[in-house]
């Protein structure tokens, strides 16, 4: 099993512009969650879905930010217009079932994104 | 509302024994521990689905008191490959906001 699978592994980007986080979540789980690692909040849960369906999004900071998942093996997490307090590592993972207080969450690379 | 671990940090010496502490103000459903080396995704560990079960994997181990709504983590005879961030974590509901504990950065040295 190849994984979560997140891409791009790293962003370089300028205030302003338009970004775009991608992940694939391991075959057959059903459960998808977007975190932000940064060193003054540590991890945070940003979005969380089950079957496609967005189920919490409370941890979203703002508007600029938004999650689709089209289909069961992929995600995207969009931010726009990106500012500098953006720059964190973004991670994906993925569980099984539901996403309940039993299950495993496989996390992907993360990628690094910097906003100059 | 993010479960506090302490130590903050730790450095241990190869063979000594360590423990990380997790409490949450709230009631918890389960515990989940991760560790997460520099510059890499968090790894899952174990876990903790009732009040008062114990688990262990080689000379890693956790324990859950639900009363008191904390859980220990504890790492016997460390070995160099222990080095890295500790995060407990857990659904703060029976829903599905989970959150991270502040974490605690361990290192062993020779």
């Known amino acids: 099993d190849a994984g979560v699978i997140q891409s791009p592994r790293h962003e370089v980007t300028e205030m302003g512009q338009e970004v775009t986080l991608r992940c694939k979540p391991i075959?057959?789980?059903?459960?998808l969650f977007w975190y932000r690692q940064t060193m003054m909040r540590g991890l945070e849960l940003l979005i969380y879905?089950?079957?496609?369906?967005?189920?919490?999004d409370s941890g979203m900071p703002e508007d600029r930010f938004s999650a689709k998942m089209p289909n069961a093996s992929f995600s995207t997490l969009k931010i726009q217009p990106s500012e500098p307090r953006d720059s964190a590592v973004y991670f994906c993972?993925?569980?099984?079932?539901?996403?309940?207080?039993?299950?495993?969450?496989?996390f992907g690379p993360g990628t690094r994104l910097l906003v100059l | 509302q993010q479960p506090v671990q302490s130590p903050q940090a730790v450095i241990l010496r190869e063979g000594e024994d360590a423990v990380i502490n997790c409490s949450s103000s709230?009631?918890?459903?389960?515990v989940h521990w991760y560790r997460q080396k520099h510059g890499e995704a968090p790894v899952f560990l174990m876990i903790?689905?009732?009040?008062?079960e114990q688990k262990g994997h080689e000379k890693i181990s956790a324990s859950f008191n639900e009363k008191k709504q904390q859980s220990s983590l504890y790492l016997t005879a460390s070995q160099l490959s222990y080095s890295g961030t500790y995060f407990c974590?857990?659904?703060?509901?029976?829903?599905?906001?989970?959150?991270f504990g502040t974490g605690t950065s361990l290192t062993v040295i020779p």
């Open positions: 993972a993925s569980s099984l079932g539901a996403g309940g207080p039993e299950e495993t969450q496989y």
């Open positions: 075959s057959g789980h059903n459960s």
């Open positions: 879905f089950n079957n496609n369906v967005p189920i919490d």
């Open positions: 709230k009631a918890l459903y389960s």
């Open positions: 903790l689905l009732k009040g008062g």
């Open positions: 974590g857990t659904p703060m509901n029976t829903g599905n906001q989970f959150y």
